[in-house]
Each structure stands twice: as C-alpha cells, then as structure tokens.
C-alpha cells in the first residue's frame, strides 16, 4: 500500500477553517477505551451536551459489560459458562442467550454449515499444532469434523430453556459482539439526549441516529495504522463488519495458517482475504462477514443477496474485488478514484492533514543521498493496560525529528479536543504543527479484521509533511503519551536511516509498556 504526505490517525473530506472545525466538533464527543471484548472501543457521540455525551459513554459501557457476562465464553462466571458446564439438563435462561443461540441456529443453517460456534473445535486442534511444529493428522482432522456436525443443543420455546447436549468446545465470536454493539447502541440512545451515536469496537461498527457516516474499509495487505483505505463508503442507520484472515493465525512448518476455518472441512481458509458487509442488522452484518470468509465467493454473493438490503464487498487472495449489486451506491464518490489517498485509521482522532504544513527548515544538505524509496520503518507501540480489565486510551503523538529537532513528519496524534494538546507537550512546541490542529473536522470510522487491544504499528516512507523525500542520515522518532489522572511518558530514539536494515526495542513506560522500530527493506515484512 502506498504512503502518503500526510499521516495521522483519523479521516475526513475536508479540513476546513478553524471556526468551521470548532462549530462542528463542539457536538462531537468521542470516547476511547482500550481491552473492550478483547479489542478497542471508539465511540462517537453528536449532541451539544457534553454531559449527555458523558450519560451516552456510561450507558454504552454498562450495556456491553452487562451483556459480556451473559454471552462471553472466555468469563468463567458468565451466563453462557455456566450453561456450558451442563450437559443433558433443560435450563431456562436469559432472553439475549436464548435469541443468540437461536441466531446461531439460523446462521448455521443458511451458511450452508460454514458459520458454526463449534468451529473452536477445529481451530483448538491447529493451535495445539503449532507449538509442536506439525500439521494435525487427517485422523484428528476427520474426528474434529464428525465433533463440529453434532446438535451442541436444543431450544424449547415453550419453556424458554436451552439444553446443552455435547461437551464440544464452543465459541460465539462470530457476531456475538456485533450483537453487543447494537444492543450498547440502543442503550446509548435510550439513556441520553443525543443525535447520534457510532460505535466501533474492533473493527465492526453500528451507525444511530441522525448521521450520514463515512467508513473507511482497511486494506488487508497493510496494517499499520497509517496505511490508507482499500476504499470508503458512507453508511446511515446501518452496521458494518468486516472479518478476514490477515490478523490472527499460526505458523507450522514455515507456513502461516488463518484463524479462520471451515468446520466442514477442518482447513483453514486463506482464499478471501477480507470480507466487509454493510447490512441494517448487525447480526446480519457481523454473520455474513464471518461466513464470506469461509464460502467460495459466488456463494458469499449469493447469500448477501438473500438478505435484506446488505452488501458486501470481497478481497480475494487472487487478487480480485468482488463487491454486491447495490455496493457501488453506497461507496464514497471520490473513493475508487482519490489519488491523494486521503488517511484511515484503526482508531479515530482528529484529523491534521500536514500535507499543508511547509517543508522542512534547516539548511539542506545537498552532499547526502535521499532517502531510499524501497525503504520503510515500521514503529510498533503497545499502550499499557491499566485500571482492570478496561481503560481510557491515552492521548498519543508519534512523530519524526531531523538533526536539528525539527518535526518533519507526524505519524500519529490521538487526542479528543485541540484544548488538551497542550499536553502533549512535546509534539505541541512545534508552532506549525500546532496550528494545523486547529484546523480539524469530524473523524470518520473504520472498520477491519479484529486485532489485539491497545497494539498499533505506524509506517513511515521517509517522506516530509509535505510529502517530499528527506534525506538518508540520522532521524529521532519520539513517542508520547499522556493520560488523564495518569502519567506523561516520552519515549526518543535516534535511529541512522542511511539504508541498512535495523531494528531497535524501546524500553516501556507507564503508558507505553513496550515499542520497537524496525527499518527495513519493503516487502520484507516486520
């Protein structure tokens, strides 16, 4: 994926004038949060009341906390764990449990048998592989299988119980957590006076209320968070998932395998590389994305069609975009064709576009050779996990400084309003920097593979703010982060980009608890 002259976290189709940007993110409030369902949480909430917005949060994460311990299989103490512990016994049990196991019922059937909780069944046995370096055997491939096809229970509508009949492993990922955001999203609305309400968590979002908003589709073939979108599209009253097989896997015996499996087959599946389905459902959603990841494309299109107003757009690993009937309508008009290549981001901020910012200061040094364009590097951050199991993301900048400490180029800038970058206050002595931040306009959304939380990865092509290659020599990458009621940690490397491959680890702060740079040649991966 190409680089561009500008990079940080956040996108939008303009950036207008500082008085056009206040009006217009005075109403908008966003929220960040980080080990969410085992991913990061952006919500946006529009409304003219920053204690609504603050109600909206509240309500948001009770719902989601509340419903976690009723559907997650990784809580020893939730509702669905305990029914998992029995065998044989009608239970009664919750309206959401009884509609989830009831959904995936329904999805088994019309994917065909590619969408089943019991895959887990399969992707244990390749995990347990892999620490020993070897494929599993046809015999425990076939058994896995036999396994997967069993009835794992039974539903009586009368009763309201549900009898769990196998003791196969069962995981209920595949849009158990679109259900939650949809259910968080109208417990948002419920609870406060607001306009509108985006939620994304992970990767798969649900837009309420009076909002048109513009989704940007990540690239399966790039993951850092500076990379731009494969495209965008622009969604109202609509949930958007996207599953693919670019994040998480094994490896055995030299090769990569997909966490993705067909529980028919007992194989991983590589030959969708994304699916991304937009759909008025979020289970809807969130189901078809996990099933076109695993049935052939035709069929994948087929199924989007049967359901109501969804589309889909396929990557395949062939290299084909095979996208639905109605797709086209809802893409962004400038997104097949925007040569600039305007920036997407796994979490939302506000947006600077240094394309405007003026080229370097300094003397230039004609004696020294450009940077090498085959060259790249590749930094790599892990925010610190801290307050439980959840919590506030810190407001981060990651930028580059020549020799003379001059800013040359923004990675990343994460932060919630322009009156806390005082904060950061290392990135905010940079007067040219700092006035583009007053120039900013609402963010859009996201949506990609899941990934882990609080890990990000940000690229950097040798470019300047203006997009002009630097020259080779020595550079300074700093990391800052600082947290409300926490700490201000910054992290500085100088590093001698003169085209030898280097890879250096960051010593851990409080906010930040590891980093590494990584500069290599293109393709050879990080």
Request: net charge negative; hydrophobic share 40%.
């Amino acid at each position: 994926m190409k680089s561009l002259p500008f990079a940080v976290l956040g996108l939008m189709c303009c950036v207008p004038g500082p008085a056009t940007a206040a009006a217009a993110n005075d109403r908008v409030h966003l929220f960040h949060h980080e080990n969410v369902l085992g991913t990061s949480l952006e919500l946006k909430v529009v409304t003219a009341s920053p204690g609504e917005a603050a109600r909206a949060e509240a309500a948001t994460l009770a719902e989601i906390d509340r419903l976690a311990l009723i559907l997650s299989t990784y809580e020893a103490s939730s509702e669905m764990s305990r029914w998992l512990r029995t065998t044989a016994t009608p239970i009664k049990i919750s309206a959401e449990l009884y509609e989830v196991l009831g959904l995936f019922d329904l999805w088994r059937t019309r994917s065909d048998g590619a969408l089943d909780a019991a895959a887990e069944n399969v992707c244990q046995l390749w995990k347990a592989a892999a620490p020993q370096d070897r494929l599993p055997s046809p015999t425990a491939i076939a058994a896995a299988v036999a396994a997967v096809k069993q009835q794992h229970w039974s539903l009586d509508p009368a009763a309201h119980t549900a009898t769990h009949l196998t003791d196969v492993p069962l995981v209920f990922n595949s849009f158990a957590k679109s259900y939650i955001i949809s259910h968080a999203c109208d417990a948002a609305m419920a609870a406060a006076k607001v306009d509108a309400i985006v939620l994304n968590i992970g990767g798969d979002l649900v837009v309420r209320g009076d909002l048109t908003e513009t989704v940007s589709i990540a690239d399966p073939k790039a993951d850092a968070e500076n990379d731009p979108p494969v495209t965008s599209v622009r969604v109202r009253e609509r949930a958007v998932a996207t599953s693919g097989n670019y994040r998480r896997g094994v490896t055995i015996c030299g090769r990569w395998f997909s966490h993705i499996v067909d529980p028919r087959s007992g194989q991983p599946v590589d030959h969708v590389l994304s699916a991304t389905v937009i759909a008025p459902s979020a289970t809807d959603a969130g189901a078809l994305a996990t099933a076109c990841c695993v049935l052939q494309p035709e069929q994948s299109l087929r199924l989007v069609a049967s359901r109501p107003d969804a589309q889909c757009l396929l990557l395949t690993q062939d290299g084909r975009r095979l996208v639905s009937k109605g797709w086209g309508l809802l893409e962004s008009p400038a997104a097949a064709d925007d040569s600039r290549g305007l920036l997407a981001a796994r979490q939302p901020a506000l947006l600077i576009d240094t394309s405007a910012a003026p080229p370097a200061a300094g003397p230039p040094n004609n004696a020294k050779p450009q940077w090498d364009e085959a060259s790249e590097l590749v930094v790599n951050l892990e925010l610190s996990r801290i307050e439980g199991r959840r919590s506030s993301r810190p407001f981060v900048a990651v930028w580059i400084e020549d020799a003379d400490k001059y800013p040359v180029r923004t990675l990343a800038l994460w932060f919630t309003g322009t009156r806390w970058l005082a904060d950061l206050k290392g990135w905010n002595h940079a007067e040219q920097l700092r006035a583009l931040a007053e120039a900013t306009d609402l963010t859009h959304s996201v949506s990609s593979a899941t990934r882990p939380p609080g890990k990000y990865a940000l690229k950097w092509d040798g470019k300047d703010n203006s997009g002009k290659l630097v020259k080779s020599g020595k550079y300074t990458v700093s990391i800052e982060a600082v947290r409300e009621h926490g700490t201000y940690q910054i992290i500085r490397q100088e590093l001698d980009f003169n085209g030898t491959p280097a890879k250096v680890e960051l010593k851990g702060n409080a906010e930040v608890s590891a980093a590494s740079l990584d500069y290599h040649r293109k393709g050879d991966g990080h």
